[in-house]
C-alpha cells in the first residue's frame, strides 16, 4: 500500500498520530458542513423563511431510511481497521468485495422506499402545511441520491479503516465545489427554490462517489477494489452483519427519536424550525472535532485490538476523548460569544434570529460533554464492543432527551425544548464513564498489566 497516504495507529505517540489522523477529517468536516451550510445560506437569502424551514425537517425522513446502512458502514470500517492491524490482506479484500455488493443490494431498494414512504413519516412528523410541498419536493429529489450518498460514506469508511483520512478531503472538496456552484446556478440563478438545492445536494453526492472508486482503484491497487459488484463473501457479510447490524439498529431507533424530537419543534411553527435549521448548521461549526476525533478513536482501537497491543488500547481509551471534549470546548465557547453576527448571515428575519440565538447559548457551552461522551462510544465500538453503547443510546434518546424535551415543552416553555440536549449529554458520558468499570475493559486492563510485566506474549 501507499504508505505516505496511511498512518500506522500501533505505532508512535498516540496523540500526535490522532491528530494527523484526525486533521485531514475535521477539514472534511468544515466543508461538509460548508456543503450543508451553503444550502441554508442560499435559500435563506434568496428563498423565503418557510423554505428555509423545509429544508431543516426534511432530512429527518432520510435518515430514517438510510441509518441501517450507515451503520453496517461504519461496521464495515471497523473491520478494515482489525484487518489492517492484524496485516490479513486476504481477509481485507474479501471484506472490501463483499461491501461494495452489499452497497448496491441496498441502494436501489431504499431509493424507491424513501421516494414512495418518505411523504408518510413528513405527515407523522407534524410538518406544517405552508411547508408541505416545499418538504415532499426537496425530500423526493434527495432520496435520488441515495446510492451516490451511500457508496461515498461506505468508500471513506473503507479509507479510514486502513488509516487513510487524507483521501476523503479530496472526495470532499469535490462535493462542494460542485455543490456551490450548483446552488447558486439552480437556486439563485433560475429560482428552482428548494428543488433546485435538491438537485444540487444529489449531483455533488454522485460526482464525490465516483471519484473515490477511481481513487481507490488507482492508489490502492491491492484491494481489487471493484466499480461493479463482483462477489459476495457469505462469512463475510455474516462479519459485517454482526458487527454493523447492532449500530445500524441503534442509529434506526436513534433517527426514529430524532424524527419524534422534530416533530417537537415543528409543533412550535414554521418560524421555530427555521431557527432551529440555522441554528443547528452554526453548532456543527463549532462541533467539527467530535468526528474526526470519534474516527480516529475507532480506527485506533481496531488496528490495535487487531495488533494486540493492549497497552496503547488501554491508554488511548481515555486520552482521545479527554483531548476531543477540551477541543470541542474551546471552538464551543467561541462560537457562543460570536453567534449573532454568524447567524446574521443565515437570515435577516428578526423572529428567527432571536430563537436561533437561544438554541445556540442553550446547547453548545455543553457540547464538549457530548464530545467526550461520542469519543468513547467510538472507541469502544472499534473495539467490536457494540451492545454496550446501543443500550446506553437507546436510554440517552428515550429515557432521558425525548421525555425531558416532553415535559420541558408541555410545563416550562416550547422555546426551550433545545435544553433536553444539554441534559441527555451529562447522562449519557456519565454512563460511558462507567463503561471503564466493566468486566470487559477490566480485562484489558489485566493484559495491559501482563504485556507491561513481560508475562504474555500476546
Known sequence: MHRSQKIDMTKGPIMKLVVLFALPICIGNVLQQLYTTVDTLVIGNFCSPVSLAAVGTSGQPVEVFLCIFVGIGTGVSILVSQYTGSGDAASLRRLISTANSFLYLCAIPLTILGFLCGPLILKWMQTPEDTWDLSVSYLRIIFLGTLGNMGYNMNAGILRGVGDSRSSLLFLLVSCIVNIVLDLLFVAGLRMDVGGAALATILAMYCSWIFSMLYIRKKYPELEFSILSRRLDKDMLHSIVCVGLPLGLNNSIYTIGHVLMQSLVNAQGST??????????????????????????TTFAGQNLGNQDYIRLKKGGTTIPLYSGLFTCILGLLVTFFCRPILGLFTKDAAVLELATLYIRVVLPFSWVYAVFNGIICFVNGMGEVKYPTIINILMLWVVRIPSAYLIGRFIDGTYIMACFPISFVFGMLCMFAYFLTRKWKNIRCLAARQAAGTDSV
Open 272 to 297: 421555530f424550525m427555521a431557527a432551529c435549521s440555522v441554528a443547528t448548521k452554526v453548532t456543527g461549526v463549532a462541533n467539527i472535532a467530535i468526528t474526526s476525533f470519534s474516527s480516529a478513536a
